[in-house]
């Protein structure tokens, strides 16, 4: 692990530095603030170590500006310092944690090994691989209980790959991590100590822990036995399910068992019969979801049998009784994990993306070596919420993404004259990286080149030249399907064991799923949590499933939301019914796992991309006015309803035609689309966040009075005073301020109408008393 100790004190900075390089550690020094800033932009650490009261620039402030270019690994201050306001500075500064000098050196390495070991994947005090164990806190290696006898370097290697096991390391990015400036060797040197490395591992006879990568560099060898994936989870949770069902389940049998012998008896009631094939087409619909295939068509024909006996037909009473017999031995001979879901895990054909590599700046790697055009990309992107790192060489790129890996890549086809070069990455990608989105970009415009791109996985083809601006918004359509976000159903069903399936087969696709299982709740649950998709079972008490599909479709609020039926109905007219209704699609009970994921994925990509047009605002992202007029809506019904405020705030861009006038529109849609990235980053994914129409924005908050809206109002002034837009010909850069008012439901307005006309008259009066501020009404004063 490479450490950077910043401290201005040489005797102090040099103990230091020997304790810790005894420790393993790999130790830079540098003795004021601004040297510890340049170190920090040259070289990778893994952890940071930074007195408090330093020349040039004191530690606090260092800490704050590398917090503020995302510097995210860890940083300890030490200071002499012990007093509470300074400790709440340092950590409000970003600091992780605050050592207060004398401090015995045992502490201090304790804290240290308590930040990184929150820092690695892993989280635990003790890095595994398969049986071979590191131990940071006594620096011991062993596999299977016995010590490998590994030399100091030797062990901060495997100790750099058992960190980061997913990470390929260069000769170059290994260098950074284990040796000082001061000290750096040459690339043969890694090559000896990675054969030395695996030279000992081998002598205790475990198996090889390091890879080689072809033209990259070394990880961490993948066990054979990997991490489970997400249909192994899913396969372990229903099986732990069905064990709870388990006994439900055959309850349900042994009613329809007792309906079958009282009709043989002639005391079988209607009432007992209904509630016979009532149980037989739950145990039809759910037995399917815990791999009982056979079973599920068991309980089918009961079902269809025991509404025959309404017919009076006593020649059904023999084939019944051979189904619950064949039924019973089904659900209750011995089964395993292994055999859920039909005895094997079945690839389902959605590639989701992961989605917790967003953040709020994604980072986009541009690989060319046109430096006027990547200039040019870099300028546009300074008004975009986005990172640009640039590779002018297919090797530059490789390290960038050793170092940070990017959130989406733009490729140049061809470098140097040489043709190959961009399809060799994007091939390596394919194979390394397959989840990161790759644009190509070329002056290359042939068909086998659109072939191979597309058969490596190549999310879109563009052909120079092109405008920047179009680039990055090719590039932000990707991002924004690339990585959606995590999706919300509500399932309704009377079945809860149905239920406790859908949701083991969804959780480990990121699907947050909301249950049902009286449809008389149905509006209020809709109303009070809106899903992306919605799930009906046909056959419901009160009211079935395609009545709450019409009630649905008849609804201007909901009317487009996805519904998907699951049923163990097949017949034309039931399944004719539910298209006719409003349905978008069905799937016959048992219902796979793999279908189920792949038709709702697929339906909500759809769906989003058809919403995204229709709702959103095209410059600024945020939603239109028609979406927002509904939102607003079901949120004042929900607020009457549950006697909940809601803040009703309008803002305005101060000066916008003065912007247009003297710097042109594209420069006003520049700001605008700025704002929008603000509003969008600033207020929670819960809050509607729309654009009324020309600089003029409506933000409706939910459960926050007017004071609280005020609030939060004032945080977004302060971001937009601190933005600037760089105006090509102008020394100084455009500075915009935003004017807003605010209302509240029910004391100033029991309709979106009339709280409209009050946040514009306190609108009005932010204008008057100076712009860039945040007002009540004047009756409010």
């Known amino acids: 692990m490479r450490l950077l100790l910043v401290e201005d ?156 096991p997913k990470r390929v390391f260069s000769k170059s990015a290994i260098l950074e991590h284990l040796w000082s400036f001061d000290d750096p060797p040459n690339e043969d040197t890694i090559r000896a100590h990675i054969k030395g490395l695996r030279r000992r591992i081998k002598a205790a006879k475990a198996e090889d822990v390091i890879e080689t990568v072809y033209g990259v560099g070394y990880r961490l060898k993948p066990l054979p036995e990997n991490k489970p994936q997400k249909q192994e989870q899913t396969l372990a949770a229903v099986a732990q399910a069905w064990e709870r069902f388990k006994k439900p389940t055959l309850e349900r049998l042994g009613a329809v068992e007792d309906a079958i012998a009282a009709w043989k008896g002639e005391t079988l009631t209607e009432d007992a019969r209904a509630l016979a094939e009532q149980q037989a087409h739950k145990l039809a619909g759910s037995l399917g979801m815990y791999g009982f295939t056979e079973a599920s068509h068991f309980a089918r024909d009961l079902e269809l049998g025991l509404e025959k006996l309404k017919e009076r037909d006593r020649t059904q009473v023999g ?54 055009l990547t200039k040019a990309i870099q300028s546009e992107a300074s008004h975009r919420n986005l990172r640009i790192k640039v590779a002018d060489t297919i090797a530059h790129a490789r390290m960038a993404i050793e170092r940070e890996v990017p959130n989406i890549i733009l490729l140049d086809l061809t470098f140097s004259n040489e043709s190959s070069e961009g399809i060799s990455l994007l091939k390596e990608l394919k194979e390394h990286h397959p989840t990161i989105p790759v644009l190509v970009f070329t002056l290359r415009d042939g068909f086998s080149d659109r072939v191979n791109v597309a058969r490596l996985g190549g999310k879109a083809f563009l052909v120079k030249p092109m405008k920047p601006a179009q680039i990055l918004e090719a590039v932000a359509d990707v991002l924004k399907y690339s990585c959606p976000p995590e999706a919300t159903v509500l399932a309704v069903d009377d079945d809860p064991m149905l239920l406790s399936g859908l949701e083991q087969f969804l959780a480990p696709w990121g699907v947050k799923l909301q249950t049902l299982e009286d449809p008389r709740e149905f509006w209020e649950t809709l109303e009070a949590s809106p899903p992306d998709l919605l799930i009906l079972d046909v056959d419901m008490p009160h009211i079935n499933g395609i009545e709450l599909c019409k009630v649905v479709r008849n609804d201007s609020t909901w009317h487009q939301l996805p519904i998907l039926f699951l049923s163990a109905k097949r017949d034309r007219e039931t399944v004719h019914r539910i298209y006719e209704a409003g349905a ?4 016959s009970k048992p219902v796979t796992e793999p279908e189920l994921v792949t038709r709702i994925f697929n339906r909500l990509e759809r769906t989003r991309l058809l919403r995204s047009l229709a709702e959103t605002d095209p410059l600024t992202g945020v939603a239109n006015r028609s979406r927002a007029e509904r939102e607003l809506d079901r949120y004042l019904r929900l607020a009457q309803r549950y006697d909940r405020p809601l803040c009703l705030a309008l803002l305005d861009l101060d000066g916008f035609k003065a912007i247009n006038d003297r710097y042109g529109h594209s420069t006003g849609d520049r700001v605008l689309q700025r704002i929008g990235q603000l509003l969008r980053m600033t207020f929670k994914s819960e809050d509607i966040v729309s654009r009324w129409g020309g600089a003029e924005f409506v933000i409706g908050m939910y459960g926050f009075d007017r004071n609280e809206g005020i609030q939060r109002l004032e945080e977004l002034l302060e971001i937009v005073r601190n933005e600037v837009f760089p105006i090509a010909g102008q020394e100084k850069p455009l500075q915009v301020t935003i004017s807003a008012g605010v209302a509240e439901y029910p004391k100033q307005g029991s309709d979106l109408q009339a709280l409209y006309q009050t946040a514009d008259a306190a609108l009005t009066r932010a204008k008057i008393q100076g712009r860039d501020r945040a007002a009540l009404s004047f009756e409010d004063s």
């Open 319 to 372: 084939d019944l009784q051979t189904l619950t017999t064949r039924l019973r031995q089904e659900l209750e001979q011995p089964r395993n994990e292994s055999q859920s879901l039909e005895g094997e895990v079945t690839q389902t054909s959605i590639a989701l993306r992961p989605g917790n590599r967003l953040e709020s700046s994604p980072l986009l790697l541009v690989v060319d070596d046109d430096r006027v």
């Open 9 to 164: 004190d040489e005797l102090l900075a040099q103990d230091l530095r020997t304790a810790l390089s005894e420790q393993n550690y790999v130790v830079d020094i540098a003795n004021d603030g601004e040297e510890g800033w340049d170190y920090a932009q040259s070289f990778t650490y893994d952890l940071m170590l930074l007195d408090v009261s330093l020349p040039k620039l004191d530690g606090i402030d260092l800490c704050r500006r590398l917090r503020n270019e995302r510097y995210n690994n860890p940083i300890l201050l030490l200071t002499a310092k012990d007093a509470s306001e300074h400790k709440v500075m340092g950590l409000d500064a970003g600091a992780d944690d605050y050592v207060v000098k004398p401090c015995t050196i045992p502490e201090l390495f304790a804290r240290i090994r308590a930040l990184l070991r929150r820092r690695s994947d892993s989280g635990a005090p003790i890095l595994c691989w398969g049986e071979l164990q590191l131990e940071p806190s006594s620096r011991e290696v062993t596999y299977r209980d016995k010590s490998l006898n590994l030399s100091p370097t030797e062990y901060r290697l495997l100790e750099l790959f058992m960190r980061n």
């Open 584 to 587: 978008d699609d069905y799937i």
